[in-house]
């Protein structure tokens, strides 16, 4: 009795020690149901405490390894450490965190294994800086919660072993180019160039010798030749940004690359062999561009082999506070302060905001109250000032539509008031649950509910 009281004691010291730690940390019993999560395993994974203890670990984390080699199940079985295992692990804000892992056996005062302990080192914002070093983008790279963003993110390796011309169609700021990267860095033309052009910053007289080059004899003390920029991503990949902007004859010629492989040079008198895979990039319609003679019909034919539409940001509202969490994370890491991230008051204005600019803008607004900021916490008042007057806006704009009780919006709030209050009602209303479920901040949700006057059962 006195031993297990003994033991008792112990265990509750180490918790008390264990909760104090900067690394996560967390012990499971010998059925590897989690008996303890730290703080810092918290901030780590997103998950609380309160709702992974008692869990099985695998049921939490859903790491490839876990009906495999699991470090933690090593410990519980030989009862041996197990130093500095890199894995990945799924949070709850719909990421994959890269996470270095240690394991060693619980054992007792009687020498009896009674679990195993874990810690775990976060190594994201070391493969974060690695990827910015380098230039190189994976697909992880993605942060999106939104269903349409991920399917484009789940097709991306199929695209990447294809070599068949790929079309991304999405307003500025989406994030085309960085598809386009992340597209030809896992291809097998990864080793080969990437040449990235902007089709609508090349005055229109050039065009033609910009992007296929040009043969020069009146010159004799320039070079005889200037490659251009098709040439440039022989054995590689051309990504052509806004690529409606290119005039009709440079259109045509281009059609001879997709087509034979072939270009040729201004001043030339023979065509040359190219071999490159073309990205395209636009915001434009170009069906539309098509019908008013603006744009060759069978370039896009063939630009649109594999069609990819990033949806703009307002369109997937959910991915508004991920986002921000990991430009955050990523500004902490970069600059060295430690900024934990945005009050509920700032959140609510960024997700009221309609953000035109889409994510590039939201990564500038958030450094910029980065840099603003007293922290810890990122606030309203730390956001720019049109962000906070253009949340106003679209605010004082919605409570109109719903005060002026037009009959044509009564259906949809209909609509809306029995969907909120279903969610509501499986998780027994708890608003920070229902509001993940549903993808909106919960001070969003809050102002739904006393909207659309929906009240517990």
């Given at each position: 009795?006195?031993?297990q009281?003994?033991d008792?004691?112990q265990?509750?010291?180490a918790?008390?020690?264990?909760?104090?730690?900067?690394e996560?940390v967390f012990?499971?019993?010998?059925?590897?149901?989690?008996?303890?999560?730290n703080?810092?395993a918290?901030?780590?994974?997103?998950?609380?405490?309160?709702d992974?203890v008692?869990?099985?670990?695998?049921d939490?984390?859903?790491?490839?390894?876990?009906d495999?080699?699991c470090?933690?199940?090593?410990?519980l079985?030989t009862?041996?450490?197990?130093?500095?295992?890199?894995i990945?692990i799924?949070t709850?804000?719909g990421?994959?965190?890269a996470?270095?892992?240690?394991?060693?056996?619980l054992?007792?005062?009687?020498?009896?294994?009674i679990?195993?302990?874990?810690?775990?080192r976060?190594?994201s914002?070391?493969?974060?800086?690695?990827r910015?070093?380098?230039?190189?983008?994976?697909?992880e790279?993605?942060?999106s919660?939104?269903?349409a963003?991920?399917e484009?993110v789940?097709?991306?390796?199929?695209?990447?072993?294809?070599?068949?011309?790929?079309l991304l169609r999405?307003?500025r700021?989406?994030?085309?180019e960085?598809?386009a990267?992340?597209?030809?860095?896992?291809?097998s033309?990864s080793?080969?160039?990437?040449e990235?052009v902007?089709c609508?910053?090349?005055?229109h007289?050039?065009v033609?010798?910009?992007?296929?080059g040009?043969?020069r004899?009146?010159?004799?003390?320039?070079?005889r030749r200037?490659v251009g920029?098709?040439?440039?991503?022989n054995?590689?990949?051309?990504?052509?940004?806004e690529v409606?902007a290119?005039p009709?004859a440079?259109?045509?010629?281009l059609?001879g690359v997709?087509d034979?492989?072939?270009?040729t040079p201004v001043g030339a008198n023979?065509a040359?062999?190219v071999?490159v895979?073309?990205?395209?990039?636009?915001?434009?319609?170009l069906e539309r561009?098509?019908?008013a003679?603006r744009?060759?019909?069978?370039l896009l034919?063939?630009?649109?082999?594999?069609?990819?539409?990033?949806?703009?940001?307002n369109?997937?509202?959910?991915?508004?506070?991920?986002l921000?969490?990991h430009?955050?994370?990523r500004?902490?890491?970069?600059?060295?302060?430690?900024?934990?991230g945005?009050?509920?008051?700032?959140?609510?204005v960024l997700?009221?905001?309609?953000f035109p600019g889409n994510?590039?803008?939201?990564?500038?607004?958030i450094e910029q109250?980065y840099?603003?900021?007293?922290g810890?916490?990122i606030?309203r008042?730390?956001?720019p000032?049109?962000?906070v007057?253009?949340?106003?806006?679209k605010?004082a704009?919605?409570?109109r539509?719903l005060?002026?009780?037009?009959?044509?919006?009564k259906?949809?709030?209909?609509?809306?008031r029995?969907?909120?209050s279903?969610?509501l009602a499986r998780n027994l209303w708890?608003i920070?649950r229902?509001a993940?479920?549903?993808g909106?901040h919960?001070?969003?949700l809050w102002?739904r509910?006393?909207?659309l006057q929906i009240?517990?059962?």
């Open positions: 009795m006195a031993g009281e003994s008792t004691r265990i509750h010291q918790s008390l020690i264990l909760g104090s730690l900067a996560g012990t499971v019993d010998p059925a590897c149901k989690i008996t303890f999560f703080r810092a918290e901030i780590i994974t997103g998950f609380r405490a309160t992974v008692g869990r099985l670990c695998s939490v984390f859903r790491t490839e390894l876990c495999r080699d470090p933690l199940q090593q410990s079985r009862g041996r450490t197990v130093k500095n295992f890199e990945d799924l709850t804000r990421t994959t965190e996470v270095s892992v240690s394991t060693a056996p054992v007792a005062s009687d020498g009896q294994r679990g195993a302990v874990e810690t775990m976060d190594l914002p070391i493969r974060t800086l690695r910015e070093l380098s230039g190189k983008y994976v697909f790279d993605f942060v919660k939104n269903a963003v991920r484009i789940n097709m991306l390796p199929r695209v990447a072993k294809s070599d068949a011309p790929v999405g307003p700021g989406t994030g085309k960085l598809l990267v992340a597209i030809h860095n896992t291809s033309r080793a080969g160039p990437l990235k902007g609508g910053a090349m005055p007289a050039l033609d010798a910009e992007m296929f040009q043969v004899d009146t010159d004799p003390a320039a070079s200037l920029r098709v040439e440039a991503a054995g590689g990949t051309l990504f052509l940004d409606g290119l009709l440079v259109q045509t010629k059609l997709l034979r492989g072939e270009m023979e040359m062999r071999d895979r073309v990205i395209a990039a636009t915001g434009l319609d561009l098509v019908v003679g744009f060759d019909q069978h034919a063939r630009l649109n082999a594999i069609p990819l539409r990033i949806p703009p940001l369109e997937r509202r959910e991915d508004v506070p991920v921000v969490q430009f955050v994370d500004l902490n890491h970069r600059i060295g302060r430690n900024i934990q945005v009050t509920d008051k700032g959140m609510a997700m009221r905001y309609a994510v590039r803008e939201l990564e500038n607004v109250a840099v603003v900021t007293a810890p916490l606030d008042r730390d956001l000032p049109h962000v007057t253009g949340a106003k806006a605010e704009a919605s409570l539509g005060r002026s009780g037009a009959k044509w919006a259906p949809a709030l209909d609509v809306e029995r969907r909120l279903r969610v708890n920070p229902a993940a479920e549903l909106m919960r001070t969003t102002r509910i006393k909207q009240a517990p059962p």
